[in-house]
């Protein structure tokens, strides 16, 4: 992980301190939004020569997209880069046609094409959208940005209420994004691609300056590709409201650490500082203690507002006596005695399985089959038994659907979160169930977004 000693070394002394790293609002008339991927000249690291990003109208972490719950949205989506991309909306509950997956609910937008997506938000919470065609490269790139949905009578206002957009980059000598290390089986059949710089809101270190006594709505977003991230929010005295955009009845605080916030996990954070002292949020995830951001604290002697009454989004309840179960194996990797997958309807041999680096698997089967994984009818509850057969921790994401997390390791789980990805450590289980109410072809896949490539991605349908 880069720090000040090593920029120094590389000749890039002036790191500056960035100030608080706003995200900027997406403009938009009627709901109506237009956001351009293109490629952007970008200094990761004052004093660093620009880095070739991709990002949304020219905005590193991208335009944030914020609308009202229940709102209509229309995005005019244009392609300026050299490859065919699409844009997932993850998180939400979306009509199948719109989710953006290529491949599976629509072909790639073409280079200088434009594609339109228009949905609806059912949920208030914290959500985001990235590239899905190539998203290993182009989502380390930086083709992604924030989708909040306020509730209709917003808890926070817009001081309050903050979204904090982790990435790391991997980055050269020169503190140059390391474009040329992008598909490397090294990569693809280890922990994913793990970059050396982490940045918030595209800005390294920033100052985040509040109030004492004031309460506020943190919003953590992990855009990374593959690094999982790691914070005691309890030295913070954080509780948490939200996790991945489903709110809760009320702020809890954990009793344990740290709390893992995988790649696409959204964690929402209530804070309140009671001293007028900065504190630092400091990433247990790496190797050693990584400071991502500092908080500044105004004085305020005034005594801190009550803390607004939450507003879960109403979910269906999963019927558990009445579910169906499937099973699903995830297997593969370095370190793995996975025998070669089933690949486009072949086995195939070890050999072509590193040449095609399909290295990973699910129930045997690398990347989409012909026919899907299984198959529900609309409204039928499903319970999923996961078993995580390999060295690595993975990501697991679900499209169009929220699931509750039932239990992990056999052990059931006791903050029963509404989540649409999950963490699974090596050699561990996490059961899951939820109502499978939105009828389409969706995707089930790993969020290191190189095991997604690499195999671990599949699809099923509720008909």
Not at 171 to 182: F, H, P, T
Not at 199 to 228: D, W
Not at 270 to 277: A, D, R, S, V
Not at 422 to 450: D, Q, R, Y
């Amino acid at each position: 992980m880069l720090n000040r000693r090593t920029f120094v070394k590389a000749g890039l002394a002036s790191v500056a301190i960035a100030s608080m790293p706003k995200l900027v609002m997406a403009m938009s008339e009627n709901n109506v939004f237009h956001l351009t991927a293109k490629k952007t000249n970008y200094a990761l690291v004052s004093g660093a020569a620009n880095s070739e990003l991709w990002t949304f109208n020219d905005i590193v972490s991208g335009p944030e997209i914020r609308v009202v719950k229940g709102s209509e949205i229309t995005v005019i989506f244009k392609n300026e880069l050299d490859e065919p991309t699409s844009i997932h909306w993850h998180g939400i509950r979306i009509d199948n046609k719109m989710d953006g997956v290529s491949g599976l609910t629509q072909d790639a937008v073409l280079p200088g094409e434009e594609y339109i997506y228009t949905f609806t938000v059912p949920d208030a919470g914290s959500f985001w959208y990235h590239a899905h065609n190539m998203s290993w490269s182009h989502v380390a790139r930086g083709l992604y940005g924030a989708l909040i949905v306020d509730e209709i009578t917003p808890l926070f206002d817009k001081d309050h209420d903050i979204t904090l957009m982790l990435d790391d980059w991997k980055l050269d000598s020169q503190g140059k994004l390391d474009i040329k290390s992008l598909g490397s089986l090294m990569e693809w059949a280890h922990a994913g691609r793990l970059g050396n710089l982490i940045t918030v809101n595209g800005k390294f270190r920033p100052e985040i300056k509040l109030k004492q006594n004031e309460n506020y709505r943190i919003r953590i977003i992990n855009v990374a590709n593959s690094r999982v991230s790691a914070f005691d929010i309890n030295q913070l005295d954080a509780k948490i409201i939200a996790y991945d955009g489903q709110t809760l009845a009320s702020p809890r605080k954990i009793n344990y650490s740290p709390l893992i916030i995988g790649p696409a996990q959204r964690v929402d954070l209530l804070i309140t500082p009671k001293k007028n002292e900065p504190f630092k949020l400091i990433d247990l995830g790496s190797n050693e203690p990584y400071e991502i951001a500092k908080f500044i604290i105004k004085p305020n002697l005034i005594a801190p507002p009550p803390v607004p009454k939450l507003v879960p989004n109403k979910l269906l309840e999963p019927d558990i006596g009445n579910a169906i179960k499937q099973k699903i194996e995830i297997q593969g990797g370095a370190m793995s005695g996975m025998r070669a997958p089933i690949y486009r309807g072949k086995r195939m041999s070890m050999m072509d399985s590193m040449r095609n680096k399909q290295v990973w698997a699910l129930n045997g089967i690398a990347n989409l089959g012909e026919n899907p994984m299984f198959e529900v009818k609309r409204d039928q509850t499903i319970i999923i038994d996961f078993l995580n057969d390999t060295s690595f921790m993975h990501a697991m994401h679900i499209h169009g659907h929220h699931f509750k997390i039932l239990s992990r390791n056999g052990t059931t789980d006791n903050e029963q979160a509404r989540r649409d990805t999950f963490m699974i450590g090596p050699e561990s289980t996490t059961t899951i169930a939820f109502v499978a109410n939105n009828p389409g072809k969706w995707l089930l896949h790993c969020h290191m977004l190189e095991h997604a490539s690499g195999g671990m991605n599949t699809w099923f349908k509720v008909s």
